[in-house]
């Protein structure tokens, strides 16, 4: 039996008879958004985890509002993109601010990311029939990770140009087509003249295209409907409640809260998210004594270091983020949320402890402890999404499950 | 369920967009609660807006105004030179005795709109029929007051300094504005002072005066 949906409730959406005002009558947004965004049924149980679809929402607009501020400042060249930077930094009215918050929005951005991934990979909300919703989510985490790479190059200090050149040298490593690519990407044998303009161009382009992949996301996710904490799809009107007042008020609450962690690390700890080094002028010439990403990319840098091999790091850093991806195909498991999934439980916090420590490893250097650690916990991301998952549903039996959300 | 409990005063009919009409308080508190709210929203907007638009505004760095100095000694008398200084072209001319004594005449007072240089299109050192410090060196800003162009130097016998190749507006050689011009004003003449005899330094005023390009009514 497959649950019903908002797709099979509302089969034909045929429009309906065009009313309204001059313009309504002719193209009715008005009509659309009261439909989508106002009337629109969720699930009457949702918790504060499905905050962050939102939360994401928000940052991806403090970006680009603040984003397009500092790029009418900044300047794309090999000579003048770190003086820039110091100046909106120094001299631009306000660029401080903009610049802080960028900052903080770019690891706030990951943050809330990845909050909202591991919520759906506990509610199972990557099943029929939202796969599609999960895949273009996963796209938008990509393009989220190339942006943040790209930025981070922007400033031309030591840790974006050290940066610059092991992603270069880790493109470079792909069979075949990698030497090209990097020098297409780098505009050169090493980052120089031509990267911060290309870096610059990527960067908006990027950022322009999360845009695009989100209103993908947003549409397949008003297909079906959310998920929620039960799992199971609301049977009747009383298991749902409108969007607004009752999420808007409830989202609101949670905003408040988000914004005022997201603007106390911009305003009271902007040293906790920058690096020391990236206040020094690139310099090819010197290697800061140790590089280490962003916090958000430490769990696959992790990976990358993890075996003897260039090219095989690279594999088991894009493998990870591909089983994220698969996992629609990997858990067949009839039943969504862990709340009713005896052993499916416990091997989330498991996975959910493995992607930790991954991250705490690739922020200590690969020797020793950490470079086993970082192993161990690797091993056990595949073990759980290849091995685990696949078994469990086929041997798990599961709690008897709500017959409402009311 | 936790949703039940708050949504009890609002409905109890599973259809909670009808509200309760009737309890007055309870919709009047609403209104209440959603304005505030609203108004909350729209100061949390507009502050965020301010860092936003003053961003927009120059760098401080790149409108800065700094000093130029002009070595004149060798300008001779009956030319032009142009310079660059804070982003605009400066022309300085070294007037003939000749050239004086035309600017001084009746004839020419009555060919001009403005020939007393009662606009404050200069600072008051500036404000006599030489419009400069020493009479002899003219420094104006080339930009025509009309729409901008940069006037060419042509100087005719009559006191005719310059033509404004985009609408014919004609400037003595004291950078006036003759009538039947488009331009309303004068030549603008910047801040200057004389450092030391032939050498003038753009961006600074004699001893005792202030006045900048901010003060001049048009440029
Ligand atoms: C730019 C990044 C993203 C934005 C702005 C975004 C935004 C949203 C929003 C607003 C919602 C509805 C509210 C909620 O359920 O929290 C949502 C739902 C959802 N998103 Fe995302 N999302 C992003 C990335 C992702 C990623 C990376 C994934 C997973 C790979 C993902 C998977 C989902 C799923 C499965 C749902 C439905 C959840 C449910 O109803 O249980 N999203 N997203
Ligand atoms: S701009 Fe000089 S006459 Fe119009």
Same mark, same amino acid.
């Given at each position: 039996?497959?649950?019903?949906?908002?797709?099979?409730?509302?089969?034909?959406?045929?429009?309906?008879?065009?009313?309204?005002?001059?313009?309504?009558?002719?193209?009715?947004?008005?009509?659309?958004?009261?439909?989508?965004?106002?009337?629109?049924?969720?699930?009457?149980?949702?918790?504060?985890?499905?905050?962050?679809?939102?939360?994401?929402?928000?940052?991806?607009?403090?970006?680009?509002?603040?984003?397009?501020?500092?790029?009418?400042?900044?300047?794309?060249?090999?000579?003048?993109?770190?003086?820039?930077?110091?100046?909106?930094?120094?001299?631009?009215?306000?660029?401080?601010?903009?610049?802080?918050?960028?900052?903080?929005?770019?690891?706030?951005?990951?943050?809330?990311?990845?909050?909202?991934?591991?919520?759906?990979?506990?509610?199972?909300?990557?099943?029929?029939?939202?796969?599609?919703?999960?895949?273009?989510?996963?796209?938008?985490?990509?393009?989220?990770?190339?942006?943040?790479?790209?930025?981070?190059?922007?400033?031309?200090?030591?840790?974006?140009?050290?940066?610059?050149?092991?992603?270069?040298?880790?493109?470079?490593?792909?069979?075949?087509?990698?030497?090209?690519?990097?020098?297409?990407?780098?505009?050169?044998?090493?980052?120089?003249?031509?990267?911060?303009?290309?870096?610059?161009?990527?960067?908006?382009?990027?950022?322009?295209?999360?845009?695009?992949?989100?209103?993908?996301?947003?549409?397949?996710?008003?297909?079906?409907?959310?998920?929620?904490?039960?799992?199971?799809?609301?049977?009747?009107?009383?298991?749902?409640?409108?969007?607004?007042?009752?999420?808007?008020?409830?989202?609101?609450?949670?905003?408040?809260?988000?914004?005022?962690?997201?603007?106390?690390?911009?305003?009271?700890?902007?040293?906790?998210?920058?690096?020391?080094?990236?206040?020094?002028?690139?310099?090819?010439?010197?290697?800061?004594?140790?590089?280490?990403?962003?916090?958000?990319?430490?769990?696959?840098?992790?990976?990358?270091?993890?075996?003897?091999?260039?090219?095989?790091?690279?594999?088991?850093?894009?493998?990870?983020?591909?089983?994220?991806?698969?996992?629609?195909?990997?858990?067949?498991?009839?039943?969504?949320?862990?709340?009713?999934?005896?052993?499916?439980?416990?091997?989330?916090?498991?996975?959910?402890?493995?992607?930790?420590?991954?991250?705490?490893?690739?922020?200590?250097?690969?020797?020793?402890?950490?470079?086993?650690?970082?192993?161990?916990?690797?091993?056990?991301?595949?073990?759980?999404?290849?091995?685990?998952?696949?078994?469990?549903?086929?041997?798990?039996?599961?709690?008897?499950?709500?017959?409402?959300?009311? | 369920?936790?949703?039940?409990?708050?949504?009890?005063?609002?409905?109890?009919?599973?259809?909670?967009?009808?509200?309760?009409?009737?309890?007055?308080?309870?919709?009047?508190?609403?209104?209440?609660?959603?304005?505030?709210?609203?108004?909350?929203?729209?100061?949390?907007?507009?502050?965020?807006?301010?860092?936003?638009?003053?961003? !927009?505004?120059?760098?401080?760095?790149?409108?800065?105004?700094?000093?130029?100095?002009?070595?004149?000694?060798?300008?001779?008398?009956?030319?032009?030179?142009?310079?660059?200084?804070?982003?605009?072209?400066?022309?300085?001319?070294?007037?003939?005795?000749?050239?004086?004594?035309?600017?001084?005449?009746?004839?020419?007072?009555?060919?001009?709109?403005?020939?007393?240089?009662?606009?404050?299109?200069?600072?008051?050192?500036?404000?006599?029929?030489?419009?400069?410090?020493?009479?002899?060196?003219?420094?104006?800003?080339?930009?025509?007051?009309?729409?901008?162009?940069?006037?060419?130097?042509?100087?005719?016998?009559?006191?005719?300094?310059?033509?404004?190749?985009?609408?014919?507006?004609?400037?003595? !050689?004291?950078?006036?504005?003759?009538?039947?011009?488009?331009?309303?004003?004068?030549?603008?003449?910047?801040?200057?002072?004389?450092?030391?005899?032939?050498?003038?330094?753009?961006?600074?005023?004699?001893?005792?005066?202030?006045?900048?390009?901010?003060?001049?009514?048009?440029?």
């Amino acid at each position: 039996m497959t649950p019903a949906t908002r797709l099979d409730l509302d089969p034909d959406q045929a429009p309906e008879p065009a009313t309204g005002s001059w313009l309504e009558r002719r193209l009715p947004v008005g009509r659309a958004l009261r439909r989508e965004y106002r009337d629109y049924p969720l699930p009457r149980n949702l918790n504060a985890l499905w905050f962050f679809g939102a939360f994401a929402v928000v940052t991806l607009a403090a970006m680009i509002v603040t984003g397009i501020c500092l790029a009418l400042h900044y300047t794309p060249t090999e000579a003048g993109a770190f003086d820039s930077v110091e100046a909106i930094i120094r001299r631009v009215p306000s660029g401080w601010i903009l610049r802080s918050v960028h900052m903080a929005g770019a690891s706030c951005f990951f943050a809330v990311l990845y909050v909202h991934i591991f919520r759906g990979l506990y509610y199972g909300s990557y099943k029929a029939p939202r796969e599609v919703l999960w895949l273009s989510g996963f796209v938008a985490l990509l393009m989220v990770m190339a942006t943040a790479f790209f930025g981070y190059v922007l400033p031309w200090g030591q840790m974006s140009y050290w940066g610059a050149v092991v992603v270069g040298n880790a493109v470079a490593a792909i069979p075949l087509i990698g030497h090209p690519l990097a020098g297409m990407l780098l505009g050169g044998d090493a980052p120089g003249a031509a990267t911060p303009m290309r870096f610059f161009v990527l960067h908006m382009l990027c950022g322009g295209l999360i845009c695009a992949v989100l209103f993908i996301h947003i549409a397949a996710l008003h297909v079906t409907g959310s998920n929620n904490p039960a799992g199971i799809e609301p049977r009747s009107p009383a298991d749902t409640l409108p969007m607004h007042p009752f999420y808007t008020t409830k989202d609101g609450v949670g905003l408040c809260l988000f914004l005022a962690v997201l603007l106390g690390l911009a305003f009271l700890a902007p040293a906790l998210l920058t690096e020391a080094d990236n206040y020094l002028p690139a310099n090819p010439l010197l290697t800061p004594p140790d590089i280490t990403p962003e916090w958000y990319f430490t769990p696959f840098y992790a990976l990358l270091r993890s075996v003897p091999s260039r090219l095989g790091g690279l594999l088991l850093a894009g493998a990870a983020l591909a089983v994220v991806a698969a996992v629609p195909w990997l858990d067949r498991a009839p039943t969504r949320s862990a709340r009713f999934r005896p052993l499916a439980r416990p091997a989330w916090f498991a996975m959910a402890a493995s992607f930790l420590l991954l991250g705490l490893a690739g922020s200590h250097e690969a020797t020793g402890f950490w470079l086993w650690l970082g192993r161990l916990a690797g091993l056990y991301w595949f073990l759980h999404f290849l091995v685990l998952l696949p078994l469990i549903a086929r041997i798990e039996r599961p709690l008897p499950l709500p017959t409402s959300l009311a | 369920m936790p949703a039940s409990a708050a949504s009890s005063n609002l409905s109890n009919d599973g259809d909670p967009m009808s509200g309760d009409t009737t309890c007055e308080t309870c919709v009047k508190r609403r209104d209440l609660l959603s304005t505030g709210v609203g108004a909350m929203a729209l100061a949390g907007a507009a502050a965020a807006a301010v860092p936003v638009i003053d961003s !927009l505004a120059p760098n401080p760095d790149d409108v800065a105004v700094t000093t130029l100095d002009i070595d004149l000694h060798d300008l001779a008398p009956g030319t032009q030179r142009v310079v660059a200084w804070a982003g605009k072209p400066i022309l300085v001319v070294h007037r003939t005795p000749q050239q004086l004594a035309i600017l001084q005449s009746p004839a020419l007072f009555d060919r001009l709109r403005d020939p007393q240089s009662k606009v404050l299109q200069q600072g008051a050192y500036a404000a006599n029929w030489h419009r400069s410090i020493d009479p002899a060196f003219l420094v104006v800003v080339g930009i025509c007051t009309h729409l901008g162009c940069v006037p060419r130097f042509d100087p005719q016998t009559d006191g005719n300094g310059w033509l404004c190749p985009c609408h014919n507006s004609h400037f003595d !050689l004291s950078g006036r504005v003759l009538k039947g011009s488009p331009a309303p004003y004068n030549l603008p003449v910047p801040p200057y002072a004389v450092v030391k005899p032939g050498t003038l330094r753009l961006g600074e005023n004699p001893a005792g005066s202030s006045f900048s390009l901010a003060d001049i009514v048009q440029i």
